[in-house]
């Protein structure tokens, strides 16, 4: 009774009104400026989306999200939005849900997702628009959903080449896609009003790319888990909005200040590792604080990397862009994009071990893990992959996680010692 | 000469990919890990099983010759002529692997040898052929050549249920005898290494172009973002007492399709049987029981 009484009330937009600044005043009793924005912006996304005043439109991660601001539209990414669930440790009913329709052995978010939508806590899509990177899920589970809510799907094969003829293929794609979905949803936005928001992801990517270069100083000044947190929860989502760029503008600030300061996020940091796979366990775990315990500190996440090249000038052609955007992907083609990455994060943010995040049922990211260890090992440096689940806690194993961590900090230990002496 | 690859060990690579990895992928690299006299690799765009094992065999087997095709997931002209290029670079890739030049009348005198074939074959299907031994002959490659067609028997007498195979890799007959064996008559393979294959290419005009059309527009598959899938299914599936809906472990692209392939089974009324391996050569008695069940409870 009680839940379903919640649930009726996170389907309403003054729910949403109601519930932001009290929300927003609780969390900023932690002084955290930052994570105040991000409960700032999703509540003004769930209270747009409820209101359907403007369309809804579901996306994956790694479709440009400013595209679909550009449009007029208001975006709604499922697979963060079972993060989040996640974070409230709230997984384990809709994740059972969705194994129920389907195989356990698929992506814990996307099997959240699939138990979500049956409790109905998301709002209705009026489109989705989805991308094939950077994995296989994100063309299967947006074209299942689509078909059980009987909502169109525009969707954007991104080639695994990346030649001036996969380059044309794209842009067609994105061009059809631009104009199918102003037909589908009566807009009537130009490429200029894409633009707009084009020009707001470009100023918003600035700060991201300023803000990758303050934090390579010595010690770390922003804690990576809160990077694969809300950070990077909002480079998916905002980026193209108003919002998107405040919230950069004010991380930007906050680390600014630390670097000038000194001041690293932990008290004594003893070594700094970097965090491989966009994602960590959401739902309540011991390993970000163990870690902390330790001295060791994540310097950098690979979730955060601003990959894409710098955009155009003012003449630029706003699709062209995103299609500059899309094939520059590392971690979609082959795996060389992301060895070059991983080693250029390595030596730049002066790293002493690498965790690569196994995710139960990520095949992308986890089938590349021992060809990455392999040149991170050749390099010098202690390499874990650490297996896990990031969505469902009864998926994870929290004495073998923390044995293999512990194991690891020893390892950099003893590395430590070796080139000292 | 192409070869299809379905390796028939039960060995499976654990340590380059991780164990909760496609057991056809790691049968592959497991393959592999011995010499096979194999001049080079084809390897298709298909699922992140395939793009990440096309990375792991040119770190570990680097002196194989390995192409990638990067296959469309569309069909509309900007794919087709996408996969017209590809195929254009996939042919320079295989003038330097055989050290010849390729002859564009050459292609085109195969593309109408293969059309033959696929003519035969299609004669073949509709005169009601044993199923299993149209995949164990499928397993060597589509379309399969006429004295390999002459030696499939047809069936003496029609099933009582009409099944539909459908899913992943069917690595294994086994599973298409036994269900013709219990009284069920399959109507259609629908799985990857099953009947997917286009029914014409077109001989007159660019081969590059006409190859990618016709590729591209054959039955799709669930990687394929065509809508023209769940038509087939729609119809399929009104046609038929029940589904048997076949997958490798982790084969990510069927288990999502899986969620909608239940749902419609279950607004017409048929069964579905799931049936999820770990790419074995050899039927399972788990699965033998669980076929058996599934014939006697529902068809």
Redesign the interface.
């Known amino acids: 009774m009680a839940l379903s009484f919640f649930l009726k009330c996170l389907r309403r937009p003054f729910f949403w009104s109601i519930i932001r600044p009290l929300v927003c005043l609780y969390v900023s009793k932690e002084r955290n400026r930052l994570f105040t924005l991000w409960v700032e912006f999703l509540c003004w996304v769930f209270k747009e989306a409820w209101k359907r005043e403007k369309p809804v439109i579901w996306t994956n991660s790694f479709f440009p999200v400013e595209f679909i601001y550009g449009l007029g539209a208001i975006p709604f990414l499922p697979e963060i939005f079972a993060a989040l669930v996640a974070y409230f440790d709230w997984t384990r009913g809709p994740i059972s849900k969705g194994s129920l329709?389907?195989?356990t052995?698929?992506?814990s978010f996307?099997r959240c997702a699939?138990g979500l939508e049956e409790y109905g806590v998301m709002p209705k899509p009026d489109l989705i628009i989805s991308c094939?990177q950077i994995?296989?899920?994100t063309?299967?589970?947006y074209?299942?959903m689509s078909?059980?809510l009987g909502i169109p799907h525009l969707?954007v094969?991104v080639?695994?080449?990346k030649d001036e003829?996969?380059k044309?293929?794209l842009k067609?794609?994105l061009e059809?896609i631009f104009h199918e979905a102003k037909n589908i949803l009566g807009l009537k936005t130009s490429l200029e009003d894409l633009r707009k928001s084009y020009d707001m992801a470009k100023r918003t990517e600035s700060l991201m790319r300023e803000i990758a270069h303050l934090r390579k100083s010595k010690p770390a000044p922003f804690p990576g888990s809160e990077g694969m947190s809300y950070v990077s929860g909002m480079s998916f989502w905002s980026l193209g909005s108003e919002r998107g760029l405040r919230f950069f503008e004010a991380l930007k600030e906050r680390i600014e200040k630390s670097v000038k300061e000194r001041r690293g996020y932990l008290k004594e940091e003893r070594f700094r590792v970097l965090w491989l796979h966009h994602i960590r366990p959401y739902y309540p775990n011991p390993i970000m604080e163990f870690l902390k315990e330790k001295g060791v500190a994540i310097a950098y996440e690979e979730a955060n990397y601003p990959w894409w090249p710098e955009r155009g000038g003012e003449e630029e052609d706003p699709l062209e862009d995103l299609t500059k955007k899309l094939l520059s992907n590392p971690w979609y083609g082959?795996?060389e994009g992301r060895l070059k990455l991983v080693r250029d994060l390595v030596l730049e943010y002066q790293i002493d071990g690498v965790i690569h995040f196994?995710h139960?049922?990520c095949?992308?990211s986890?089938?590349?893990?021992?060809?990455v260890g392999?040149m991170v090992k050749s390099m010098g440096i202690p390499y874990l992959i650490l297996?896990g689940d990031g969505a469902d806690p009864d998926n994870y194993s929290p004495g073998q996680t923390l044995t293999r961590l512990q194991a690891f900090i020893e390892l950099m230990e003893r590395r430590w010692r070796f080139t000292r002496e | 000469m192409p070869l299809r690859l379905l390796p028939s060990s039960h060995e499976k690579e654990d340590v380059l990919l991780d164990p909760n990895f496609c057991p056809y992928v790691r049968a592959l690299l497991a393959y592999f890990r011995s010499p096979r006299g194999i001049a080079g690799i084809v390897l298709v765009n298909s699922c992140d099983g395939m793009r990440r094992l096309y990375d792991a065999l040119r770190r570990f087997s680097p002196d194989l010759f390995i192409y990638l095709l990067d296959v469309p997931r569309k069909s509309d002209e900007e794919a087709v002529k996408y996969f017209a290029n590809v195929l254009r670079d996939f042919s320079h890739w295989l003038e330097e692997l055989s050290q010849k030049k390729v002859d564009l009348e050459e292609l085109k005198e195969k593309i109408r040898l293969y059309n033959f074939r696929r003519r035969a074959f299609l004669e073949l299907l509709e005169k009601g052929p044993k199923m299993g031994e149209v995949l164990r002959v499928l397993k060597k490659g589509f379309p399969p050549d006429e004295g390999a067609l002459l030696l499939i028997p047809l069936k003496e007498e029609r099933g009582k249920t009409k099944v539909i195979i459908s899913g992943s890799v069917l690595e294994s007959e086994e599973v298409v005898k036994m269900v013709e064996d219990l009284g069920g008559e399959v109507v259609f393979l629908d799985v990857c290494s099953g009947v997917r294959g286009p029914s014409w290419v077109e001989e007159i005009g660019d081969p590059y172009f006409n190859l990618a059309r016709a590729y591209l527009r054959k039955p799709p598959c669930s990687r394929s973002f065509d809508p023209k899938r769940r038509a087939i299914w729609e119809r399929t599936i009104f046609e038929v007492g029940g589904v048997v809906f076949y997958t490798p472990k982790f084969c990510d692209h069927y288990l999502h399709e899986l969620v909608t392939l239940r749902a419609l089974c279950q607004r017409m009324g048929k069964p579905i049987l799931h049936l999820e391996t770990d790419y074995h050569p050899n039927i399972s008695e788990t699965m033998r029981t669980r076929i058996q069940a599934f014939f006697e409870k529902w068809l």
Do not use: V
């Open positions: 329709k389907t195989s052995d698929l992506c996307y699939l094939s994995c296989d899920g063309k299967a589970f074209q299942t078909e059980s969707f094969d080639p695994f080449r003829n996969a044309r293929y067609s794609q059809e082959p795996i196994s139960w049922g095949r992308q986890t089938g590349g893990a021992s060809i392999d297996p």
